[in-house]
């Protein structure tokens, strides 16, 4: 079955201490993205990713890592989590051109305390 | 910005009825999408119509495109309660940045 997988779901954590989100795509997808969503904030592109190697910031990367060093899995990294980056974060991939669709993940809902 | 704007914010209709939900944005395109979310849930791709297209159907879904008003619009005839959900429209730009941006939907109530 073609599809986005993430973990954990959920996850409650301390501040400073260091999480990593993990995302995996089965459709040898290039392209793989990150959200997070807020209420009243929409979702918010935090990284992407066009190919192994290359990736680049979207509107919040601040507070966040990612790497893309096979095409399968684009790790979201937070090195000290703080209780602003608290949100639902969604992996989402897709191939590389026009006319084609995002599939995404089941979303991790993250708290900082 | 290439994300697209939806309006209404929220919108409630009884079972039966249409919903219609409208997308403006602001930069050339090559396509626009329309998904869906369900609460909680991943969003899920529903229809994409391309540039030099007006409209196209997908079974109870209707999508317009009016370039010239760099806009949008998602009909959903005869609602059902399953319909209930918010609705995100994402602008391709042609701008060579291969990202997809969106804003913050569209909440659809259907009540039963």
């Known amino acids: 079955e073609a599809q986005v997988t993430q973990n954990p779901r959920y996850l409650i954590t301390v501040t400073g201490k260091k999480l990593t989100v993990t995302c995996s795509q089965n459709?040898?997808?290039?392209?793989m993205s990150w959200y997070r969503q807020d209420p009243g904030l929409g979702l918010r592109q935090i990284y992407y990713s066009m190919n192994v190697e290359v990736t680049d910031k979207g509107d919040v990367p601040e507070g966040y890592k990612v790497s893309r060093k096979e095409k399968r899995n684009f790790p979201l990294i937070l090195e000290s989590p703080s209780p602003n980056q608290t949100s639902l974060y969604f992996c989402?991939?897709?191939?590389?051109?026009?006319?084609?669709?995002?599939?995404f993940g089941q979303g991790t809902r993250l708290t900082v305390v | 910005s290439q994300q697209g704007e939806e309006d209404p914010q929220a919108l409630s209709i009884q079972e039966g009825e249409n919903a219609t939900m409208n997308c403006s944005y602001k930069?050339?395109?090559?396509?626009l999408q329309w998904y869906r979310q369900n609460s909680g849930r991943g969003l899920v791709h529903l229809i994409l119509i391309r540039s030099n297209e007006r409209e196209k159907h997908s079974g109870r879904l209707r999508v317009t495109l009016d370039t010239s008003k760099k806009s949008s619009s998602l009909l959903i005839t005869a609602s059902r309660a399953a319909d209930t959900a918010s609705y995100f429209c994402a602008p391709g730009s042609t701008s060579g940045t291969y990202k997809y941006i969106f804003g913050t939907g569209t909440r659809l109530k259907v009540l039963a």
């Open positions: 459709m040898n997808h290039e392209y």
């Open positions: 930069t050339s395109i090559n396509n």
């Open positions: 989402a991939s897709g191939v590389l051109g026009e006319d084609t669709e995002a599939f």
